[in-house]
């Protein structure tokens, strides 16, 4: 038969033995939802990182298309300028060939009856005045010394129908940027070349002097 005192220390024994047991289980519960919980927490995380990397990635998707959007239109003001500045260049072109040719007295003149020499002094009398100023007489004088005939010389030289007053205008200015001279001594000077005295002042004249 047990006794009092036995089965008191019975009871107190049964109720740590409880109270042991509870504690267990409840640091087992802690333990099991701690994983739980920071897995969760984990899980949330990674799922901001992707949707910030996918945020990321949509905005740098929206700038390259931007970018190529802007790349495209440079790309068509550059070949409209370009079109633009190649219209232009051939503008000049198909007005000139519009515009009916301008009539040269010395191009254009009839040599059908002027025979081959004569022909020839024509061309050298044209390169002459291409090249400077002559008066009419200093003209035929420098084809004759050419070797062509004073007939021929003097054919070519009228034949081009020469403003001997735009001549000596033109004598007078190279002679003046050659070296210096006083009025009267340059139309003499021109008048030496061949001008008239009429040519010569007005040549003079032009220069100012």
């Known amino acids: 038969m047990m006794r009092k005192s036995d089965k008191q220390a019975l009871a107190v024994s049964s109720s740590l033995a409880a109270l042991l047991f509870l504690g267990g289980c409840g640091a087992e519960e802690a333990a099991t939802s701690t994983p739980a919980a920071s897995a969760s927490q984990d899980t949330s995380e990674s799922d901001q990182r992707v949707a910030d990397a996918e945020a990321r990635a949509t905005e740098a998707e929206e700038r390259a298309e931007e970018a190529e959007e802007r790349v495209a239109e440079l790309e068509a003001e550059a070949e409209a300028k370009a079109a633009d500045e190649a219209a232009d260049e051939e503008e000049p072109e198909i007005e000139a060939a519009d515009e009916p040719a301008a009539l040269d007295p010395e191009l254009n003149r009839d040599q059908s009856s002027m025979t081959m020499s004569q022909q020839n002094a024509l061309g050298s009398a044209r390169d002459y005045l291409e090249y400077t100023a002559f ?14 005939s004073t007939a ?6 009228d034949s081009l129908n020469t403003d001997y007053n735009a001549q000596a205008a033109k004598a007078a200015k190279d002679y003046l940027d050659y070296s210096s001279f006083s ?11 061949g001008y ?14």
């Open 135 to 148: 008066s009419r007489s200093g003209l035929i004088e420098q084809l004759e010394f050419e070797g062509y």
């Open 152 to 157: 021929d010389a003097t054919s070519a030289v």
């Open 183 to 193: 009025r009267s001594g340059l139309i003499e000077q021109l008048m030496f070349e």
């Open 196 to 209: 008239t005295a009429e040519q010569a002042t007005y040549g003079v004249d032009q220069t100012g002097l």
